[in-house]
């Protein structure tokens, strides 16, 4: 199993470009979610989802959108960047029972 | 309203035990973890525990809770330089569609 995986690692913007996110699970999770790092903050939930076609904001969900057409992918998609958005970015997967989490690597989003 | 508080740093010398703790809000939330998160990377679950109880040892790493108080810590005996990281606590909202909420992660140093 590749498990969790992100693609890219590394993006640059300039304010207002548009760009996705990938992520894909090869372990069948229904739970799939998004996060993003901020220096002491934590991880902040900015949308998520119960299984494929149902999709629900979290905390911090302005300025992203999200899909989930396939059980095993859940793009996020920035449709104006601002340089606001510039953070790490995390997807994670969960499965049932304890309800652990499996994080990917993070995508290092700048932009200027 | 949803809020996991954990102090920012922490610096101990090789061989000493850690103690990181963590206040959390939800006195329903079934279960609680620690997650660790080594420089660069995602993050990975370290260790659990179900709200019937009140501690949870596994290997070098103790759980304590204490759910009069909503507080949670975790103890690493014998810390060692390769435990240098950032450890999150996250508390599981079952009335949330079991989304996990985070505290800010603890920096821990260990120093030779």
């Known amino acids: 199993n590749a498990g969790v995986t992100q693609t890219p690692k590394f993006q640059v913007l300039k304010t207002g470009q548009s760009m996705t996110l990938q992520c894909a699970q090869d372990?069948?999770?229904?739970?799939m979610s998004w996060y993003r790092q901020d220096p002491g903050m934590g991880l902040r939930l900015i949308h998520y989802s119960v299984g494929a076609g149902i999709t629900d904001q979290g905390e911090v969900p302005n300025g992203y959108n999200v899909s989930r057409s396939t059980t095993e992918d859940f793009p996020l998609r920035l449709l104006s960047a601002a340089p606001s958005q510039t953070s790490v970015y995390f997807c994670a997967s969960k499965r049932d029972s304890p309800y652990e989490q499996y994080f990917g690597p993070g995508t290092r989003l700048t932009v200027t | 309203g949803e809020d996991v508080e954990q102090s920012l740093f922490l610096s101990v010398r090789e061989g000493d035990s850690s103690v990181i703790n963590c206040t959390y809000t939800d006195s329903s939330s079934t279960y609680l973890y620690w997650y660790k998160q080594e420089p660069g990377a995602g993050l990975q679950l370290l260790t659990y525990?179900?709200?019937?109880?009140d501690m949870k040892q596994d290997q070098r790493l103790t759980v304590l809770l204490n759910k009069k108080d909503k507080h949670l810590s975790l103890r690493i005996a014998d810390t060692q330089t390769g435990d240098s990281a950032i450890y999150f606590c996250a508390e599981k909202m079952d009335n949330q569609g079991g989304k996990l909420i985070f505290g800010q992660g603890t920096e821990l140093s260990v120093k030779p």
């Open positions: 372990m069948n999770h229904e739970y």
């Open positions: 525990i179900f709200s019937n109880m």
